[in-house]
């Protein structure tokens, strides 16, 4: 097995199994430091098994790429695979029905991981398409995308989706729901753009009238197709916890089914957004759907089952789920003017 695929695999396993994030960094850190050798160094050290002079390697990880490099698959690596848990056993119908992910990150904003890693890794688990939804601008504490370094982003994806075709990465934004209801990104670009998802990232305390009309607002714009973690909840994790944002739900999901914006249910294990409760009610609304990771690293690519699960619970038809569609499908219902 290639040293640098075992590391990165384990980094992936480790992720999946939400892992602190120090201890997955240690591993994709030894992987990026073995491709960096040349093929002469790697053998010097294979033979020498001096991988821990190495700096940024030290016992464990030297462990997994001797392992590798001796043609076996590592222990640790074997072992984290058998201890895994399946994510979302009661979502299995739906899981399979899914085609892909319109709700992920790289490290070009917030993510930790680069463009090609993050895609390579959602065709191997079986999706047609992903969407790239790095963060707009306003947002600076991730690193969010100008104009400018979107429309670079969009190059680079271009040259990745001859490499991987069948694959395709949809282009997309995660793009900032102002105070007014705007998006924080050039209208035209959005529209250049295979999907939008819109979310709300700031003066998540506001009143309920006003945070109804600055969603509303950025839902019936045309170029909008997803409502991102619509309460803005957290329920667990480092970040600690945060209560839901108050808003007119009737009149939201009323919105996102006339402008044929869907309601994300966002499978973060720390948000759980929407709560079964709103989910429910957009069903019953006619919204559609989407089951996204919102994933920052491989390893949460994995996570949709956890969104499955929950949509399940509350009897979400396949059919209202737009990534259970064909690409063509998925592409003409987001062109469609709100």
Same mark, same amino acid.
């Given at each position: 097995?290639?040293?640098?695929?075992?590391?990165?695999?384990?980094?992936?396993?480790?992720?999946?199994?939400?892992a602190?994030?120090?201890?997955v960094?240690?591993?994709?850190?030894?992987?990026?430091?073995?491709?960096?050798?040349?093929?002469?160094?790697?053998?010097?050290?294979?033979k020498?098994?001096?991988?821990?002079?190495?700096?940024?390697?030290?016992?464990?990880?030297?462990?997994?790429?001797?392992?590798?490099?001796?043609?076996?698959? @590592?222990?640790?690596?074997?072992?984290?695979?058998? !201890?895994?848990?399946?994510?979302?056993?009661?979502?299995?119908?739906?899981?399979?029905?899914?085609?892909? #992910?319109?709700?992920?990150?790289?490290?070009?904003? #917030?993510?930790?991981?680069?463009?090609?890693?993050?895609?390579?890794?959602?065709?191997?688990?079986?999706?047609?398409?992903?969407?790239?939804?790095?963060?707009?601008?306003r947002?600076?504490?991730a690193?969010?995308?100008?104009?400018?370094?979107?429309?670079? !982003?969009?190059?680079?994806?271009?040259?990745?989706?001859?490499?991987?075709?069948? $694959?395709?990465i949809?282009?997309?934004?995660?793009?900032?729901?102002?105070?007014?209801g705007?998006?924080?990104?050039?209208?035209?670009?959005?529209?250049?753009?295979?999907?939008?998802?819109?979310?709300?990232?700031?003066?998540?305390?506001?009143?309920?009238?006003?945070?109804?009309?600055?969603?509303?607002?950025?839902?019936?714009? @045309?170029?909008?197709?997803?409502?991102?973690?619509?309460?803005?909840?957290?329920?667990?994790?480092?970040?600690?916890?945060?209560?839901?944002?108050?808003?007119?739900?009737?009149?939201? $999901?009323?919105?996102?089914?006339?402008?044929?914006?869907?309601?994300?249910?966002?499978?973060?294990?720390?948000?759980?957004?929407?709560?079964?409760?709103?989910?429910?009610?957009?069903?019953?609304?006619?919204?559609?759907?989407?089951?996204?990771?919102?994933?920052?690293?491989?390893? !949460?690519?994995?996570?949709?089952g956890?969104?499955?699960?929950?949509?399940?619970?509350?009897?979400?038809?396949? #059919?209202?789920?737009?990534?259970?569609?064909?690409?063509?499908?998925?592409?003409?219902?987001?062109?469609? @003017?709100?």
């Open positions: 097995m290639d040293p640098i695929e075992a590391l990165r695999e384990v980094a992936f396993w480790l992720e999946r199994s939400r602190e994030t120090h201890r960094k240690a591993y994709r850190r030894a992987a990026d430091i073995v491709s960096d050798l040349t093929d002469a160094q790697r053998v010097l050290h294979a020498a098994n001096t991988w821990t002079n190495l700096p940024g390697i030290g016992p464990k990880t030297a462990k997994v790429i001797s392992e590798a490099a001796a043609g076996g698959e @590592p222990v640790y690596l074997t072992e984290l695979k058998n !201890q895994a848990a399946e994510i979302g056993t009661g979502g299995r119908e739906l899981l399979a029905a899914l085609r892909g #992910d319109l709700h992920t990150h790289s490290d070009w904003s #917030d993510g930790g991981s680069p463009i090609e890693e993050m895609m390579r890794r959602a065709a191997t688990l079986g999706h047609e398409y992903c969407a790239l939804t790095d963060h707009s601008p947002l600076t504490v690193n969010g995308l100008s104009a400018e370094r979107l429309r670079r !982003q969009l190059d680079i994806i271009a040259e990745l989706n001859a490499e991987l075709a069948p $694959f395709r949809l282009t997309g934004i995660e793009v900032d729901i102002l105070d007014d705007g998006l924080d990104q050039d209208a035209d670009l959005l529209a250049e753009l295979d999907i939008v998802v819109a979310s709300v990232h700031s003066n998540l305390r506001a009143d309920s009238d006003t945070m109804t009309r600055r969603m509303v607002y950025a839902i019936a714009n @045309p170029n909008v197709d997803v409502l991102g973690h619509c309460t803005g909840r957290l329920v667990e994790g480092g970040r600690g916890t945060r209560p839901e944002s108050k808003f007119n739900a009737e009149v939201v $999901f009323e919105a996102c089914r006339r402008f044929g914006t869907a309601v994300e249910i966002n499978s973060r294990p720390e948000r759980r957004d929407p709560p079964r409760r709103l989910i429910e009610m957009a069903l019953e609304t006619g919204c559609h759907f989407s089951i996204d990771t919102d994933a920052h690293a491989p390893g !949460q690519l994995d996570w949709q956890y969104g499955c699960e929950r949509a399940e619970a509350c009897d979400v038809p396949a #059919d209202r789920v737009i990534n259970t569609w064909a690409v063509d499908e998925l592409l003409d219902w987001t062109r469609q @003017p709100g």
